[in-house]
T-cell receptor, first 113, second 115 residues
Framework: AQRVTQPEKLLSVFKGAPVELKCNYSYSGSPELFWYVQYSRQRLQLLLRHISRESIKGFTADLNKGETSFHLKKPFAQEEDSAMYYCALIPADRGSTLGRLYFGRGTQLTVWP | DAGVIQSPRHEVTEMGQEVTLRCKPISGHNSLFWYRQTMMRGLELLIYFNNNVPIDDSGMPEDRFSAKMPNASFSTLKIQPSEPRDSAVYFC?????????????FGDGTRLSIL
């Protein structure tokens, strides 16, 4: 069965420091992986998807199939990055899931001034 | 596109009352998802539909919860009777699921408080 693990419930860094939010997954097939961000009392918004291989708001994430990880990184954190971050997976080679996302439990990032 | 539209944004009601949450998905999307978010349990998938048909309702907590999708542009989540432990933020999301699964787009949520 597919599973997404975010080992850190809370993560705090100072402004300007590098930040890495960890995400590990278990799935035997080919997953599609995403990072969603939720700012305080707002909707979840798509931040990144691995197939796009893009950088959004300075964040990047690389899919490492050997380590089954999709960690989110930013070299210099900003105060406005403070939010809840969710890693999520779609089992892309199983059409029967019909777009269902499997979410991790989320990591609350706080960036101190 | 206006995105996924949920109503109401806030709902405060007394326990025992019926609560109906509404969702309009993005036009052209064929999958719709209802989630509940609480501090204790995080983000939980309650039920999802594809082409207006319920696919998996195993996340619905109990029989007091029901969801319908009468057409491609509208869905409801109903709680009857409501209880204080139902207090949460309820999100609706939609996506296009096909050969290539597209990411889900979320609405702003309904913040529900049961007194």
């Amino acid at each position: 069965a597919q599973r997404v693990t975010q080992p850190e419930k809370l993560l705090s860094v100072f402004k300007g420091a590098p930040v890495e939010l960890k995400c590990n997954y278990s799935y035997s097939g080919s997953p599609e992986l995403f990072w969603y961000v939720q700012y305080s009392r707002q909707r979840l918004q798509l931040l990144l998807r691995h197939i796009s291989r893009e950088s959004i708001k300075g964040f990047t994430a690389d899919l490492n199939k050997g380590e089954t990880s999709f960690h989110l990184k930013k070299p210099f954190a900003q105060e406005e990055d403070s939010a809840m971050y969710y890693c999520a997976l779609i089992p892309a080679d199983r059409g029967s899931t019909l777009g269902r996302l499997y979410f991790g439990r989320g990591t609350q990032l706080t960036v101190w001034p | 596109d206006a995105g996924v539209i949920q109503s109401p944004r806030h709902e405060v009601t007394e326990m025992g009352q019926e609560v109906t949450l509404r969702c309009k998905p993005i036009s052209g999307h064929n999958s719709l998802f209802w989630y509940r978010q609480t501090m204790m349990r995080g983000l939980e998938l309650l039920i999802y539909f594809n082409n207006n048909v319920p696919i998996d309702d195993s996340g619905m907590p109990e029989d007091r919860f029901s969801a319908k999708m009468p057409n491609a542009s509208f869905s409801t989540l109903k709680i009857q009777p409501s209880e204080p432990r139902d207090s949460a933020v309820y999100f609706c999301a939609s996506s296009f699921a096909g050969y290539s699964n597209q990411p889900q787009h979320f609405g702003d949520g309904t913040r529900l408080s049961i007194l």
